[in-house]
Structure formats: C-alpha cells, structure tokens
C-alpha cells in the first residue's frame, strides 16, 4: 500500500522532541492551554510513551507527538526509535499531513555534551537534510537564566551544535514559556508546506529494516559496542570465579550476582537488535489494511468521516492523554460523529 497523498487542510502532524528535561510535554500544555501532558519539575522522565494531543493552531486542526527523550530513564534507545518509527509511518502512510518538528534545549544547561548530543545525532538522523527547513531549534527555560547568560548559550548553539542545521534551512527561536509563545512557534510551521522525513523516505518508499536506516544504524552501533563491553565483563568475571577459593563464598556469592546482571544487560542489547531488525512499514501498513478491512466488511468505513477515520488510525500506533478528549470531542460533532471519543476508538 502506498503512501495515502496528505490530505489537505483536514488534519496536520507536528513532531516535538527533546532531551529529558527540556520542556516538552510543559510547551504542549501552554499550546493546548490545558494541563493535558504529564510535566515534573526534575529531569526524571515524565512521557514514559509517545502520546498525540490534539490542538486547534488559529484555523488548523493538528496532532503533537510528545515523545520521551533518548536518554528516557526506563527505556532504549532502540524501544524508542522503534516507537517513534511505528507512528512516522503510520502518519506517511495514513496520509496525515507532517508539518514539521520541534526540537526542545534547555537554555540552562552549562555545556552540550552527553545525551544532548547522542540525542542530537539521532534526531538529525531522522530528519535528513531535505527536511531541516521544517525543524524548529527552540531553546526554553529562559525565566531561570540571565538574558546575557542565556543570550552567550545561544550564541554557542547558532555557531557550532546547531550550525549545520541552520544553514540548511532550520529556524533557531525562543520559548518564553506562555501560550502566545507556544502558539507563536506553532504556527511557524503550522504554515510551511509538508514535508517527509528522511527515516520515513528509508522505511515506507525504500522497504528498509530500521537497523538499514541512517538512524537505525547509528543506534545500533551504540548496542554493538554495549554488547561487546558485556561480553567482556561476563568473561571476566567467569575467569574470576575460577581463581576463587572454594570457601570464598561471599565473594563467589558478590561474583554472581555481577554476572546475573551484565547477563541481562547482554540479554536486553541482543532484544535491542532484533527490533530494529524489523520492517516497521510492512507492519504498520499490515495493522493499517486489517483494521479498514475490518471496517469495509462491515460497511462501516463509508459512513465515518475522513477526519475521525484519520484519528482512528493514528490512534493504533500512539494513544491520547485523558485530558484532551474534550477538543476531540468537538472535532467529532463536527464532522457529525455523534459517540463519545472513547466509545469511537473503542469501536474502530
């Protein structure tokens, strides 16, 4: 099945990514003008899964992807890339117009280094060259720095670990943390012509695994050399064990458990490497044809209006916080949908 062609001022997509910490799902409230994503005032992980919040940008009806950060406390990198591949594709291939991505910095951090720029190398791995010109840089936190501070922070940003983007089109802003701010970043794209990203081009058009993605290689590459690392400390310390003393029991006890948990460690890396083994197009289109199969049978499909239609299949890939039913709901009765949002997509 071929990508479905966008569809035209019904529904838009805007992608939000960023490090742990960065403001994402704190920038969708003040768009939404609700508390409808989870926030926390530390650097702990609060969107443990990728979740779409409806939002109404001037005229435009559009879907934020609040997505965890790649340094997520909980899960790996390849789970989240994985993740985040499954409703890239189902977006491409559903049709759903994707106008762009926002990319969240703290403009507190003193240096950038660590998982910033792992996080970083990843997210331009997804975007490509040919789609930096719908990226958005948005710097936030600026209530808790120095205007000059934060003002020699983004000037470090502009001239190094984000020139390349810039000079290929990417646009560097501010998020002063109100909604006339969020809205103002919003509609930035919300005006730009759709654009496809470089991971969707490889998966859907090319029929690449995500391991044979640019993105995908890159993460695999880090699991590579986990493993490795792993496998070493396994072997020592079996080597170890065997030098012990037979009545060294505390130790042998202390040498097990260390080797129980490098053995899941290992265990997760080689998990790691199978999912991005996966052809995640050939899935997605997969649970794709079987639902509007199951709807055709039943001659359902024709009576359900593009927009809920194009709600419903998002909503196999990425769910929807509890707080954000309402707006959808008076997207429903408009198109004439006339159920509640859960009993809809409960019956999709």
Known sequence: MPPIQPTQDVLSMILVMGVTGAGKSYFINKLADDDVAKTGGDLKSCTAESQRIPVNVGRSKGLLIDTPGFDDSSRTDSDILTEISRILAAQYAAGVSLKGVIYLHRITDIR????????????KKICGQLALKNVLLVTTRWNEVDEAVGASREKELRETFWAYMLSNGSTMTR??????????????????QNIVLELQRELVDD???????????FVNDDI???????????????????????????MKRKIQQDWAREQQRLSTAREDEDR?????????????????KEKKSTGVWKKIPLLPSLLGIIELFVGIPPGSTNLLTSWFSDSGIVESVSDFFSNF
Do not use: H
């Open 112 to 123: 950038y280094q660590g998982s910033s720029v792992k996080t970083l190398n990843i997210f």
């Open 175 to 192: 998020f002063y943390g109100n909604r006339d701010s969020a809205v103002g970043i919003a509609s930035q794209l919300m005006s730009k």
């Open 207 to 217: 029929g690449k695994t995500l391991q044979q993605t640019v993105a995908g290689a």
């Open 224 to 250: 590579s050399e986990m493993k490795a690392q792993y496998e070493k400390e396994l072997k020592d310390l079996e080597n170890l064990r065997q030098t012990l003393q037979e009545n060294d029991r505390a």
């Open 276 to 292: 991005l083994r996966r052809d995640i197009a050939a899935e997605v289109r997969q649970e794709i044809e079987q639902k509007t």
